[in-house]
Structure formats: C-alpha cells, structure tokens
C-alpha cells in the first residue's frame, strides 16, 4: 500500500471518528469518552526537532506551544535539545533522542525512550498520581518528587539510571523490582535487574545536566505568577516575563501581555492543528503563548487586552482553544473570536456533562456581581443546546466588536496549518455583525495537512526503525497509541510490551490502592507471610561491579482445571497477603520543602576498597524477603472524574 493511501485512510478515520463521537454526546455515556483534562506544551525546541503527530504518517515541525498528548512522537537531532512542560514537572531531551508519549491523563505521565538520553524533574505531584519512562530495558516510576535521567544504550542494550534527587522504583521482567537512590547512578544490561552496575554520582555533569539545572532554576523563580494562577496550569511561568499582572475592582487579577504588535489581539499570531481527541487546537507563535489561550478568558479592558485566570485554588482543566466560531455563508471563511469573562466555552468535540461543567467552572474567575449560581444557570442552559449539537443562540459576546477580535480565514487555509496573520481575511463591521455561529458539528474537517506545519525542505530524514524498538511497561498504554500505530507502514500495532504479572494485579478489583504514609522514602525491611508467588531474590549489590545473573524463582500459576470460584478465592487470598507488604511514602500536593538542585549533591565519601562502599540503606540480604512496592493503580485513557 502507498504512502499517499495510508495518509487518506488516517485522515477518513478520523472523520468518521469525529462524527461517530459527536453523536455519542449524551449523558447516558458517562464521563468514559471525555478528553484528557492535561496535555504536555512543547516549551523548548532548540536544534534539528521533529514531530510526529498521532494518527500521522509523517514528520512535521515541532513548534514551540505545541500541545503534546497520547501518541505523540519527538526525534532531536545532534547537538538539538528539547522540553516538555507539565503540570508541576518537566521533561527533557538531548540530541539524538527518540521519545513518545504513550498515556497522558489524570493521574499518569507514560512516556518511552527509546533512544538517547531523557532527564525528568517533578516538582509536585498530586496524591495518586505518578510519571513513567519505558525503555528497551525497564520501566521507571517517580510517584514522588525529585529528578532522574536515563541513557539508552545503543541499540538499546542497556539503560542507565542516575538519581540526582529523590528516589525512584524501577521494573523488569518476572516482576522484578528496585528501588533506586538519589545519589547513585545504575547501569542495567537486562531486564531481569539482576546484571547491573551502581556508581557514586560525583562531579557536576555533562553539559546537558548544567542545561536541565538551569531550566530547572527558571521554574522556581516564578514567585509572582504563582499569586495568582494554580501551579498546575502549564505555562502560567512565562507570565512573569512577558507581562504585567494588575488588580481589577470587577474581574479580579488581571495580566497584561507586554510588548506586542499594534493591532494585536488573542488567537490572531498562529494557526489551527488537528489534534485528536479535541480536534482543532490553537498553536501560539508568542513565546509566552500558552496559559492564555488554554486556560481563563480575555477581556478588552482600558484599551488593551488582558487575560484572566479561573481560579487559583481549583486545578485547570486544559482546552484546545478558547473561542467561539461564527461563519459567513456556506463554503465561506470561518472566523472566531475570544470568549469574554462569565462567557461558556461549547467544545467543538464530544463531551460529557461533568466535563463540560468543570472546564467552564475551572476557567472562568466569578469576580464582581457574577456569583457560583449564576455561572452554573449559565452552563445548564446552554448544555442543552451543546448536547443537541445545535449552535448558542440569544447570546451577546463581549469580545465580538472588540478591536481586532475577531479573525477569519479561509476554510482551506483554516484546515491545513497555514499561518493565520499570513492568510487574513479582511471582514467589515457588517459581515461581523452577520456572521452567525456555528454548531461544533459543522466546523471544518480535518485534511493530512492539518496535523502539522511542514518541516523545512532541507532537513534530515528522521528515524522510524527507532521507534519500532521494544520497550518494557508497567502501565497500559492508551487505546489511541495502539490506533495510531497501525496507520504506520511496516510498524506493529504496538512495540510496548506491558509486564504482565504487575498489570494483572493492578487491574484485579480485589486489589485496592493501599493508604500511603508521609515520611522518608528510605526502603523499610517489614516481614511478610509465606505466599504461593515467590518474588526472585535480590543480592548484595557490588559498587562499581558487575554481579552474575541471579536465578529467578519459578512464578506461581493457577492451575487450569481450578473453577471460576476457586480463582476468586485464591485472588483474594494473594490481595489479603499484599496488603501487609511495604508501600512507598505518600506523594505530597506542595514542593518538597527540602528539595534542592541536584547541582549540590556532596561529594560521596571515598573508600579504599569499592567492596565496602554500599551504605546501610542499601543493604539487601541475600536470604531476606524483598520489601515490594504494590502496583500502581491502573488507569483509564480518560479518567476525568472530578
């Protein structure tokens, strides 16, 4: 099959998909097919950087703003260099690096590595939450702040860990497990965890770790912005820079962009991309352009714009763009225009009620004479209208007629990518006046060109063997990872291989989430009942040494004659077992009051054999039972409770 037949096959699915899911918009759904409440934004892109989109078969440019989620892929250059923002993380990656997101909701970060070098910073994390990196070798899980980095070997061969901050769990095969410490380095060659080599961290790096501590120190200077925004919305530190943050006596907190073009207005300077599952999503060309047009609404206030968060104390929920769309005739140009203060956002794809009701009310900021009550009549009237599929009727926007608001192009131009300021279609007041809204369901569909901006002509050609190389997983990758694979020539559905015995225990209802307690996160030696599965066991690890593989205890299996009841029996009897098991400390929602750099880890003492270099904390007796760290909870591709 050609190359140009499996561009139009992903593009029919996701037309088909798109209408399917429109119709699917009533309650009786439930809140299982809402999109993810949180993305990751592109912040940094330095050097040769590709993307590729999920559901494309392509590379394209990877612009800074870029929202990033489920199915995504990035590919840097040499000497090229890259961050991914989160809400109270950051990722980064060096040259010669392959990435892909596999599962970006609620509670979970899923990312692989499947070449080159990955450093991931956690600032704060909520309780039930947790970030993973898959490689060729392991699975790595943070369920607590601190910072990591990873090397790939080439060809995959090993991966190598190093803990400048906090602690970490890493995952093989045969339910092996580690934990890991801030202040060593691993070297695992396989997946069983067993053949690995640990050194001191010492000295200050490479130049890639002086780039990721940098960064790193430019989050924590936002004191200012942190007033006045959750420090989960993403973006929100570039606030500071980039403008002025003002008191107003109706709207409350109010940030003014500094430095822009005369004539400016929001959602003017960039384009339109296809991003599934919210469709057309707003790609900011400003620096600082990314909180603003995801988050809160804008208002013209005293002859300029300003930008109002929702607020302060309720997590933001991420939206592909906050407007409103009007259409002048059939075929015509489609135009938008930024939705007001108080003003609902009706999303151009499938929605639940829940979700619907929650990114309104964590976006828009009550202010003066506009209370809670008022704001949810508000959303319940026009719901009924949204879930029809019907445009919003008998409303007066407040941005409409505001200098500059509203901007059209062409439907053509709207549908693949183009630069808007570049494709500008001039409207008088009169064709403003006359535009009339348009139901999400009529809205422009998406072509192959409306994933991404093309790369430039003269770039490398980027890696696709790369990304078919096997990676080990604890969690499930989303459904959509496995759809977008499928459309690639010559690639399997999936190259994620999840390690079965964790996934199966995770997912088992017997088997709840055990309660958490606040404290060190140095490992605790607890004794534990006999059981039918014996985890394999763990020997005294050798600083700087490689040890010799270790046998791997036989994994217990039910017998297949046992009944349907005999194996609920014997499934509850193992989930009783494990909930005497060790369990990591509780993930805390503030900063860890004593993280610091890494930058200023001391200097491990020297010894004069290596032999003698393993600290107490990380003594594992050969004939002592392992502590293990219960499984993390599993989770949905679309998790939007609230």
């Given at each position: 099959?050609?190359?140009?037949?499996?561009?139009?096959?992903?593009?029919?699915?996701?037309?088909?998909?798109?209408?399917?899911?429109?119709?699917?918009?009533?309650?009786?759904?439930?809140?299982?097919?809402?999109?993810?409440?949180?993305?990751?934004?592109?912040?940094?892109?330095?050097?040769?950087?590709?993307?590729?989109?999920?559901?494309?078969?392509?590379?394209?440019?990877?612009?800074?703003?870029r929202p990033l989620t489920n199915g995504d892929k990035l590919s840097s250059g040499p000497d090229a260099r890259a961050e991914l923002e989160l809400d109270g993380a950051s990722l980064r990656i060096n040259g010669q690096s392959d990435i892909g997101v596999l599962n970006l909701n609620d509670q979970i970060g899923q990312f692989e590595l499947t070449q080159g070098t990955l450093n991931l910073t956690v600032r704060i994390l909520a309780q039930g939450s947790s970030y993973e990196v898959d490689t060729p070798t392991l699975a790595l899980v943070m369920d607590?702040?601190?910072?990591?980095?990873?090397?790939?070997?080439?060809?995959?061969?090993?991966?190598?860990?190093?803990?400048?901050?906090?602690?970490?769990?890493?995952?093989?095969?045969?339910?092996?497990?580690?934990?890991?410490?801030?202040?060593?380095?691993?070297?695992?060659?396989?997946?069983?965890?067993?053949?690995?080599?640990?050194?001191?961290?010492?000295?200050?790096?490479?130049?890639?770790?002086?780039?990721?501590?940098?960064?790193?120190?430019?989050?924590?200077?936002?004191?200012?912005?942190?007033?006045?925004?959750?420090?989960?919305?993403?973006?929100?530190?570039?606030?500071?820079?980039?403008?002025?943050?003002?008191?107003?006596?109706?709207?409350?907190?109010?940030?003014?962009?500094?430095?822009?073009?005369?004539?400016?207005?929001?959602?003017?300077?960039?384009?339109?991309?296809?991003?599934?599952?919210?469709?057309?999503?707003?790609?900011?060309?400003?620096?600082?352009?990314?909180?603003?047009?995801?988050?809160?609404?804008?208002?013209?206030?005293?002859?300029?714009?300003?930008?109002?968060?929702?607020?302060?104390?309720?997590?933001?929920?991420?939206?592909?763009?906050?407007?409103?769309?009007?259409?002048?005739?059939?075929?015509?140009?489609?135009?938008?225009?930024?939705?007001?203060?108080?003003?609902?956002?009706?999303?151009?794809?499938?929605?639940?009620?829940?979700?619907?009701?929650?990114?309104?009310?964590?976006?828009?900021?009550?202010?003066?004479?506009?209370?809670?009550?008022?704001?949810?009549?508000?959303?319940?009237?026009?719901?009924?209208?949204?879930?029809?599929?019907?445009?919003?009727?008998?409303?007066?926007?407040?941005?409409?007629?505001?200098?500059?608001?509203?901007?059209?192009?062409?439907?053509?131009?709207?549908?693949?990518?183009?630069?808007?300021?570049?494709?500008?279609?001039?409207?008088?007041?009169?064709?403003?006046?006359?535009?009339?809204?348009?139901?999400?369901?009529?809205?422009?569909?998406?072509?192959?060109?409306?994933?991404?901006?093309?790369?430039?002509?003269?770039?490398?050609?980027?890696?696709?063997?790369?990304?078919?190389?096997?990676?080990?997983?604890?969690?499930?990758?989303?459904?959509?990872?496995?759809?977008?694979?499928?459309?690639?020539?010559?690639?399997?559905?999936?190259?994620?291989?999840?390690?079965?015995?964790?996934?199966?225990?995770?997912?088992?209802?017997?088997?709840?989430?055990?309660?958490?307690?606040?404290?060190?996160?140095?490992?605790?030696?607890?004794?534990?009942?006999?059981?039918?599965?014996?985890?394999?066991?763990?020997?005294?690890?050798?600083?700087?040494?490689?040890?010799?593989?270790?046998?791997?205890?036989?994994?217990?299996?039910?017998?297949?004659?046992?009944?349907?009841?005999?194996?609920?029996?014997?499934?509850?009897?193992?989930?009783?077992?494990?909930?005497?098991?060790?369990?990591?400390?509780?993930?805390?929602?503030?900063?860890?009051?004593?993280?610091?750099?890494?930058?200023?880890?001391?200097?491990?003492?020297?010894?004069?054999?290596?032999?003698?270099?393993?600290?107490?904390?990380?003594?594992?007796?050969?004939?002592?039972?392992?502590?293990?760290?219960?499984?993390?909870?599993?989770?949905?591709?679309?998790?939007?409770?609230?």
């Open positions: 099959m050609s190359r140009g037949l499996h561009v139009l096959l992903a593009a029919l699915l996701l037309v088909c998909t798109t209408g399917l899911a429109w119709a699917q918009s009533d309650d009786g759904q439930g809140d299982a097919g809402d999109p993810p409440t949180r993305v990751a934004r592109l912040s940094y892109a330095s050097g040769d950087l590709g993307l590729m989109p999920a559901g494309s078969t392509s590379w394209s440019a990877a612009d800074v703003n607590q702040p601190g910072t990591v980095r990873l090397d790939v070997g080439p060809n995959g061969a090993y991966t190598t860990v190093t803990v400048f901050n906090g602690n970490a769990v890493v995952f093989g095969e045969n339910q092996a497990q580690r934990d890991i410490y801030s202040g060593r380095s691993y070297q695992f060659a396989d997946s069983t965890l067993n053949n690995v080599a640990i050194t001191d961290v010492a000295g200050g790096g490479d130049a890639f770790d002086a780039w990721c501590a940098n960064r790193d120190a430019q989050y924590g200077s936002n004191i200012t912005s942190a007033q006045y925004v959750s420090d989960e919305m993403v973006g929100a530190q570039d606030l500071n820079q980039y403008g002025t943050w003002q008191n107003d006596e109706d709207y409350g907190a109010v940030w003014y962009p500094g430095n822009v073009a005369a004539g400016w207005a929001p959602y003017a300077f960039g384009y339109w991309a296809w991003i599934s599952p919210w469709g057309w999503t707003w790609v900011d060309n400003l620096p600082w352009g990314f909180a603003p047009y995801h988050y809160g609404r804008w208002a013209y206030l005293h002859g300029r714009w300003g930008w109002m968060p929702g607020p302060r104390h309720v997590r933001p929920i991420y939206a592909p763009a906050l407007v409103a769309f009007a259409g002048v005739g059939r075929g015509g140009p489609v135009g938008w225009f930024p939705l007001g203060p108080h003003e609902v956002y009706n999303p151009w794809y499938r929605a639940s009620r829940n979700y619907y009701t929650n990114i309104n009310t964590s976006n828009i900021a009550l202010g003066r004479g506009y209370n809670q009550g008022a704001l949810i009549n508000n959303i319940r009237s026009q719901y009924a209208l949204y879930q029809a599929g019907r445009p919003v009727t008998g409303v007066t926007y407040a941005n409409r007629d505001a200098p500059h608001a509203f901007t059209a192009v062409s439907a053509q131009a709207f549908a693949s990518a183009q630069n808007v300021q570049h494709n500008r279609v001039a409207m008088n007041p009169q064709q403003i006046a006359t535009a009339s809204a348009i139901a999400p369901a009529a809205l422009q569909r998406p072509t192959p060109a409306s994933f991404a901006q093309a790369r430039l002509v003269d770039a490398r050609p980027l890696p696709a063997a790369g990304f078919n190389r096997q990676v080990v997983a604890v969690g499930k990758p989303s459904p959509s990872v496995n759809a977008g694979a499928s459309f690639r020539a010559g690639q399997s559905t999936s190259n994620v291989v999840v390690l079965g015995a964790r996934s199966s225990l995770a997912n088992h209802p017997d088997v709840a989430e055990q309660p958490r307690v606040a404290g060190p996160a140095a490992p605790v030696q607890t004794q534990v009942n006999p059981r039918p599965a014996v985890l394999p066991q763990v020997p005294h690890f050798e600083a700087a040494q490689q040890i010799q593989q270790v046998q791997q205890a036989p994994h217990f299996q039910s017998q297949s004659y046992q009944q349907p009841q005999q194996q609920i029996e014997q499934q509850r009897f193992e989930a009783a077992e494990r909930s005497h098991e060790y369990v990591p400390p509780q993930r805390q929602m503030a900063p860890d009051p004593s993280y610091q750099p890494y930058r200023n880890v001391p200097t491990p003492q020297q010894y004069a054999r290596p032999e003698f270099a393993r600290p107490e904390s990380e003594a594992h007796p050969q004939n002592a039972p392992r502590p293990h760290v219960s499984a993390p909870p599993a989770h949905s591709s679309n998790p939007n409770q609230h």
